[in-house]
């Protein structure tokens, strides 16, 4: 127990940890119409957010047919949202990713599959020590098809498991680019006690549980 205490401290202290209110205004957010995004160059391009966007982006940058994976913020109301901003829990917005994949190697339903497997799915507005309506789950959907691959997985996994899933599942409006220094953080910054104690932990054990053939060695 002693030796746990130092670690969680740290974890503590290098959480995106904030506190935050979810605004009335996401009702208008929940009932769009969803914005589809065309294929460009093969390339399909896929939204989720869970929990803090370092983790996030390093999960699913592991995934075969994943080109990249970026940092931003969705699923809020405010323009331009920052980090700052997004922090207050004010901005309606949760950090989120952007998944650029070859729909050809990696299927949504795939990337949906990564999603669950790699968060703890009861977890409301948070992922372990971040917690705050900026890091609850949201799933995006861009059309039927999309949002109906993701009601049956969260359904299968509440009767499967006999739990209520937390993620919420909203269509997909617009994705916000985070500031530079968040893109690619755990690549970049491999020794941040945050990126040790929290992050890579995670990425670990989702690898260690997610079928290998959907894995990049």
Excluded at 133 to 144: A, G, L, P, T, V
Aim: glycine share 6%; charged share 20%.
């Amino acid at each position: 127990m002693k030796k746990l205490i130092p670690l969680l401290i740290v974890t503590i202290l290098f959480s995106c940890h904030n506190t935050a209110q979810v605004s009335s205004k996401q009702q208008a957010v929940i009932t769009a119409q969803p914005v589809e995004v065309p294929i460009k160059e093969g390339k399909a391009r896929a939204y989720f957010a869970s929990g803090c966007f370092w983790c996030v982006e390093a999960i699913y940058e592991s995934v075969k047919g994943v080109e990249e994976s970026i940092s931003g913020y969705s699923g809020g109301y405010t323009n331009n949202p920052t980090y700052k901003a997004s922090n207050t829990g004010k901005t309606g917005h949760a950090e989120a990713v952007e998944i650029i994949y070859d729909p050809k190697v990696v299927s949504f339903e795939t990337l949906v599959n990564v999603y669950f497997a790699s968060q703890n799915v009861t977890q409301v507005n948070g992922q372990g020590n971040d917690k705050g309506s900026q890091y609850r789950s949201i799933i995006f959907y861009q059309n039927e098809n999309q949002k109906a691959i993701i009601l049956k997985k969260k359904d299968s996994l509440e009767k499967t498991l006999k739990i209520k899933v937390a993620a919420e599942v909203y269509p997909f409006q617009k994705f916000w680019i985070a500031e530079d220094y968040h893109q690619d953080f755990e690549k970049r910054n491999p020794n941040h006690p945050y990126i040790q104690n929290v992050s890579i932990p995670r990425l670990n054990r989702f690898k260690s549980k997610f079928p290998k053939e959907f894995l990049k060695h």
